[in-house]
Nanobody
Framework: QVRLTETGGGSVQAGGSLSLSCQAS????????TGWFRQAPGKEREFVAA????????YYSDSVKGRFTISKNVAENSVHLQMNMLKSEDTAVYYC?????????????????WGQGTQVTVSS
């Protein structure tokens, strides 16, 4: 059974930082690109960031580029999202996703594996 488990969400003031982690079981991130999507209240789910299966290639949405960093820990079969300089518009439920072959492909067509989501709230 495939399971993606996100941790690290929470509340922070604007300008602060949070780190999210996604731990996989039943599937290895080494077979796929892995990434993060988010969904704010009343809005559609949107792509945030993705990393290649090797961890050597990343892709970001314009809204988070320069503020967020995605990385991969091959040994732990986990992916991390470091979020700095957070803004109120970053408030959303963040979802881990895997199953696409490349980061760019994942951004356009999410993979079949999803986590349950973790809430990030940024207050201004």
């Amino acid at each position: 059974q495939v399971r993606l488990t996100e941790t690290g969400g929470g509340s922070v003031q604007a300008g602060g930082s949070l780190s999210l982690s996604c731990q996989a079981s039943g599937v290895t991130f080494n077979d796929y690109a892995t990434g993060w999507f988010r969904q704010a209240p009343g809005k559609e789910r949107e792509f945030v960031a993705a990393v290649s299966w090797r961890g050597d290639s990343t892709y970001y949405s314009d809204s988070v580029k320069g503020r967020f960093t995605i990385s991969k820990n091959v040994a732990e079969n986990s992916v991390h999202l470091q979020m700095n300089m957070l803004k109120s518009e970053d408030t959303a439920v963040y979802y881990c996703n895997a199953g696409s072959p490349t980061p760019i492909r994942l951004a356009r067509t999410p993979g079949v594996y999803w986590g349950q989501g973790t809430q990030v709230t940024v207050s201004s």
